[in-house]
């Protein structure tokens, strides 16, 4: 209908239009309102710390080279303290100061204490270890078994004695040897005995020839597959949609690897149960760790399946034997690369231990300048440079920076170590800047972190720096040690930071052997 010219729309037509129109513009508007939100959410996560230019697919990957922790050194002098990199599609962020490891490890620890779960580890063990087992009540409750009952005071005090042995025998082995000494080979064996007679009571090598099983079941060389494959970069970690092709066959090796790993430790439970029968159910009468772990698991409120006690018992051998043996290497290598400051350790020792009787641990408390030494090592050298990774379990801010939920935290401890801002003269080997200083490695100071700080520290630590230190007082304090010129300290990266070229030396008594026999060492 037309009125003076104009079109006049019918009231119910203009108004079913309206309608038309609003439910089309409804949703449009809301697809909108989604939209904006998550755009500004995105651009909210998108203050992420600063991070170098990445390539598809690899993200940073290409960046690492053969020694991470150099990389990530060098990357940080330009990107800063709290860097953001990508590596494959997994998002990282890199602390490299005190400050920002602070902020991680003790700040925000609670939500950094997750760990990602490879694909080595979680067919190993299901990841019920305590390395790679989430922040939980499963992971509290062997954490706690851990920290009071393996490596409690009482404990290592229970422990002593066979400590003592050990470190006798293998001083023993070295001074009866004919030739040049293999010092990291020797190492290995007193340390891997000494956790093994903690963790059950035995030698490794006694397993495997009690052996019921497969006699190719040989639980060293097993185990030592198992840090093989622990170490190794997996592809299928980091892109995961290239995981199905297992390019690597990380993830064959280490399902097979899992199945022999059980078989033989399965054994070792089954014996240890025949026996605590036979001498009855005595908590008072629990003398290792797999004692200990069998009564918790036998409470009612543990959760402790023989799978997680045989995945508990691996975790103590791969994460204290090669610590503990490489620090050593490590300190020892400083020693004889600085005759000077051998010299001084050699007199601290003569002054206090004297040469009737080889060092004890109670002696280390009266020795400030070789426990000086070892902080200097640990400095240099951690072991773990950029610790284990941890894993942020939710989104959070760190710095005034986002992090992504699921970013893994590296702390370059190594970095830290070197910091030209935070230690003098910091690449010169100088056991001296601690002696005025309290600067320790227990995990308060953010500046020297080898065991790590906050709830995922290594439970082991005074453990291993009681190994650390005793053993390495009593290879200098027995032996004078000559080697190659041309000894040299470069690095290797692997799954714990070694010396490329393994110590080997020729080992001269400085004390009466005699004193090498154990009713001779009388304090
Ligand atoms: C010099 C010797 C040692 C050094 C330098 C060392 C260092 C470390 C470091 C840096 C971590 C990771 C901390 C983190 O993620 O922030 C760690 C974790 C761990 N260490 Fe040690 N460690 C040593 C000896 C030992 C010993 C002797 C044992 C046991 C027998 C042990 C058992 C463990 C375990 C089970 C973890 C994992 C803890 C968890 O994730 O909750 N460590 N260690």
């Known amino acids: 209908m037309a009125?003076?010219?104009?079109?006049?729309?019918?009231?119910?037509?203009?108004?079913?239009?309206?309608l038309l129109i609003s439910s089309l513009l409804l949703p449009a508007l809301l697809v909108c309102l989604l939209l904006s939100t998550i755009l500004l959410r995105k651009a909210r996560l998108r203050q992420l710390p600063p991070s170098p230019p990445s390539l598809p697919l690899l993200g940073h990957l290409h960046l690492l080279g053969t020694s991470p922790h150099h990389s990530l050194s060098e990357l940080s002098k330009r990107y800063g303290p709290l860097m953001y990199l990508r590596f494959g599609s997994i998002p990282v962020v890199v602390a490299s100061s005190p400050a920002m490891a602070r902020l991680i490890l003790q700040t925000h620890d609670q939500i950094f204490a997750w760990r990602a779960q490879p694909a080595v580890p979680m067919n190993l063990y299901g990841c019920k270890d305590m390395l790679f087992s989430q922040p939980g009540p499963y992971w509290k409750l062997i954490r706690q078994i851990c920290v009071t009952d393996l490596f409690g005071s009482?404990?290592?005090?229970?422990?002593r004695p066979m400590i003592v042995d050990e470190v006798r025998a293998m001083l023993c082995d070295i001074a009866d040897a004919p030739d040049k000494v293999h010092v990291r080979a020797k190492l290995y064996a007193a340390t891997s005995t000494i956790i093994s007679r903690m963790a059950i009571g035995k030698r490794l090598d006694e397993v495997a020839t009690q052996s019921q099983a497969d006699p190719s079941y040989n639980i060293v060389s097993l185990l030592l597959e198992a840090i093989h494959l622990l170490g190794l970069f997996n592809v299928g970690d980091y892109v995961p949609w290239l995981a199905w092709m297992d390019l690597q066959g990380c993830a064959r090796k280490s399902k097979a690897l899992s199945q022999k790993l059980q078989r033989v430790w399965q054994e070792v439970i089954d014996v240890r149960r025949r026996e605590q029968h036979h001498r009855g159910h005595n908590t008072s009468q629990e003398v290792d760790f797999l004692d200990v772990l069998l009564s918790a698991a036998d409470r009612n409120d543990a959760q402790i399946s023989d799978h997680n006690i045989q995945s508990i018992l691996s975790d103590m051998y791969g994460a204290g034997i090669d610590t503990s043996t490489i620090s050593i290497e490590w300190a020892l290598g400083e020693l004889l690369t600085h005759p000077l400051i051998m010299k001084r350790v050699q007199d601290e020792l003569d002054a206090v231990v004297g040469s009737s009787r080889l060092v004890h641990e109670s002696d280390i408390r009266q020795m400030p300048y070789l426990r000086a030494v070892v902080k200097e090592t640990m400095r240099l050298h951690p072991v773990l440079p950029l610790l284990v990774p941890h894993m942020a379990s939710q989104q959070c801010q760190v710095s005034g920076f986002d992090i992504p939920l699921n970013a893994q935290a590296y702390i370059n401890i190594w970095a830290i170590g070197r910091d030209p801002t935070i230690w003098d003269r910091p690449l010169e080997f100088c056991p001296e800047r601690f002696l005025d200083s309290n600067i320790d490695v227990r995990g308060q100071h953010f500046e020297l972190l080898p065991f790590g700080s906050g709830r995922r520290a290594c439970p082991g630590m005074i453990l291993g720096l009681n190994n650390v230190?005793?053993?390495l007082a009593n290879l200098i304090h027995v032996f004078d040690w000559t080697v190659e010129d041309s000894l040299s300290l470069t690095e290797k990266f692997g799954i714990v930071l070694t010396l490329a070229d393994p110590i080997i030396g020729k080992a001269s008594l400085r004390v009466p052997k005699h004193i090498l026999k154990a009713e001779n060492d009388v304090k």
């Open 3 to 18: 009125v003076d010219g104009a079109t006049i729309i019918p009231v119910s037509h203009s108004y079913s239009s309206l």
């Open 154 to 159: 009482k404990r290592l005090e229970a422990h």
């Open 469 to 471: 230190q005793v053993m």
